[in-house]
């Protein structure tokens, strides 16, 4: 979700752009979410485009919805295209049954322009009559070049980093695509130990100089001067000397390069509560996001994440080549020790001899790098990183990435 909102009062949300939520299985993945007790918020002349969910949510599940809300002259473009709520643009949720003290919204959705995806309206009201939405002077518009043409607003600029970067230099070559040549660039480190130093924070391809072995996140912003975004990469200087051979950085939102969480011991849940309506459940958590892989775990001697079946790993582990992994992540289990297992083309099942052991730090406050010395196997079919060495454990298992290659 863009931005969710309880107890706010006179919130004004003026020119922004909710963009791109992509679709987690959640309901909350559009625009702006009134949870509940809102009074007199304002949204004016914003944008809300492809996002999966509806683009502005009025919740109020058990306590008083948001009261004299306006939505005004804002772009509403082919929004919620995983039809959840409503599916509507504007969403005002609720039941027939619901409390009056709850479904209590109110406020006026006028002048807005909007493009609609078959199947979703523009406004769904599911709560009874006892809230009070004005609309008024709303137009469709048939494609999004009719919508912005009539509501011209400034777009933000769109600006793309490189891919993270794999290096044993303390110097690492940075770029970026700004589609606007006249925005302000700027590069900043924002995760990492400091001293980075920029040969040109302002410029879209430039260099970074980096105080010695580690990880670091780089932002780089284009702002042109009325709205900016943003975009990330990383930077991980490795030991001299060190080859890089094959890396998994779960980088992109949604995107396990094709690594599966297998025998996690998770599974749905129904959490029943005294008050029927406080019920709730669980689900599996195998999910990467924020440039992690996050995997929960639950009393589990199996827990693992497993390369690719369908595809060879692609990496040589030889004393010419690969003979190392690293494996950055936080271990918020009781593990101690873990286990990497391997398969080749002639081997293709997992054996104890075909795996080696690593000692972890359980419950652990931050990330940590683990380097995984490997022994000449050959070519690699498939990778196994076992999360427990014997033992069930419980807890969360967050990998930043996974490196092959030589160390010296």
Request: proline share 6%.
């Amino acid at each position: 979700m863009g931005i969710m909102l309880a107890h706010n009062n006179g919130l004004v949300i003026r020119g922004c752009h909710f963009l791109n939520q992509p679709d987690t299985g959640s309901p909350d993945q559009g625009g702006v979410d009134f949870e509940a007790w809102e009074e007199n918020c304002l949204i004016d002349r914003c944008t809300f485009r492809n996002n999966a969910g509806a683009a502005i949510e009025i919740l109020g599940l058990h306590r008083p919805q948001a009261r004299n809300v306006e939505i005004r002259g804002c772009r509403f473009d082919r929004n919620n295209w995983a039809h959840q709520n409503g599916p509507a643009e504007i969403a005002v949720h609720g039941q027939p049954n619901t409390s009056a003290d709850v479904a209590c919204s109110s406020g006026r959705i006028a002048g807005n322009g909007y493009v609609l995806l078959p199947g979703v309206s523009f406004y769904a009201n599911e709560t009874r009559a006892t809230n009070d939405w004005v609309l008024a002077d709303n137009r469709a518009f048939d494609f999004a070049e009719d919508l912005d043409a009539a509501f011209p607003y400034p777009e933000p600029p769109a600006v793309t980093a490189c891919g993270e970067v794999w290096t044993d230099e303390p110097t690492a070559a940075l770029s970026a695509t700004v589609d606007d040549p006249k925005s302000v660039v700027r590069w900043e480190a924002v995760e990492g130990s400091p001293g980075v130093v920029f040969a040109d924070a302002a410029v879209a391809r430039t260099r970074a100089t980096f105080p010695g072995e580690g990880d670091w996140r780089l932002n780089v912003t284009a702002d042109n001067g009325t709205l900016w975004r943003a975009a990330r990469t990383a930077v991980h200087v490795l030991p001299p000397g060190a080859r890089t051979f094959g890396a998994w950085d779960f980088a992109c939102n949604l995107d396990a390069q094709g690594w599966t969480a297998e025998a996690t011991g998770t599974a749905y849940e129904f959490l029943p509560a005294k008050d029927p309506f406080w019920s709730t459940e669980a689900f599996p958590v195998a999910h990467v996001c924020g440039d992690y892989y996050v995997i929960a775990v639950k009393g589990s001697s199996e827990a693992a994440l497993v390369s690719p079946r369908d595809r060879h790993l692609g990496v040589t582990f030889s004393a010419a080549r690969a003979n190392a992994l690293r494996i950055r992540m936080q271990n918020r289990t009781a593990s101690r020790r873990m286990r990497v297992w391997w398969q080749t083309a002639r081997q293709p099942t997992w054996k104890v001899e075909r795996s080696v052991a690593f000692d972890v730090v359980p419950m652990d406050d931050d990330d940590r790098v683990y380097a995984v010395p490997m022994p000449t196997i050959g070519s690699v079919k498939q990778l196994k990183i076992a999360f427990a060495d014997g033992e069930p454990v419980t807890g969360t298992v967050r990998l930043d990435y996974i490196w092959a290659g030589r160390l010296p």
